[in-house]
């Protein structure tokens, strides 16, 4: 995304520290992640969030999409707005806490965080209930 031109064997030091990043990420993090199916407040709260990305305008910062989730676990009326994100973070990204959302969603992308909520929304990880 940030630099559309680069390819392996330009840099091999990057070469080299995306692989170890990957290798972490396969041995450290990844088995042991637990996917949950959302609670119907978190299906609700979801489908919000989706709708909102959806109009989001392009060059909208990390704190204000960090405030529009923010506004929508107010708008369901979460009586602690920590279980508004840690059900995002079970959810999405299969560990009870992670980065603040709006970076995140300004990294990975708005159209690819809408596929991420929709496979959430259709099931597609693997779950395990708590």
């Known amino acids: ?3 559309p031109n680069l390819s392996k064997n ?3 030091k990057f070469d080299e520290l995306v ?3 990957l290798n972490f990420y396969n041995e450290k993090i990844f088995p042991f992640k637990k996917y949950r199916r959302p609670s119907e407040q978190e299906r609700i709260g979801i489908k919000m969030l ?3 990305l959806t109009v989001l305008k392009k060059d909208a910062s990390s704190d204000e ?3 529009m989730v923010f506004s929508i676990g107010k708008e369901l009326e979460y ?3 920590r279980d ?3 059900g995002l973070y079970e959810t999405v990204l299969g560990q009870p806490n992670g980065p603040k959302l709006g970076g995140f969603i ?3 992308g708005v159209n690819s965080t809408i596929s991420l909520l929709k496979n959430v929304l259709n099931e597609k990880f693997i779950v395990k209930d708590k």
């Open 1 to 3: 995304s940030y630099v």
């Open 10 to 12: 330009q840099h091999p």
């Open 19 to 21: 692989e170890l990043s």
């Open 50 to 52: 989706i709708n909102s």
């Open 65 to 67: 999409i960090q405030s």
């Open 79 to 81: 009586k602690n707005l």
């Open 84 to 86: 508004w994100f840690s």
């Open 106 to 108: 300004k990294l990975y």
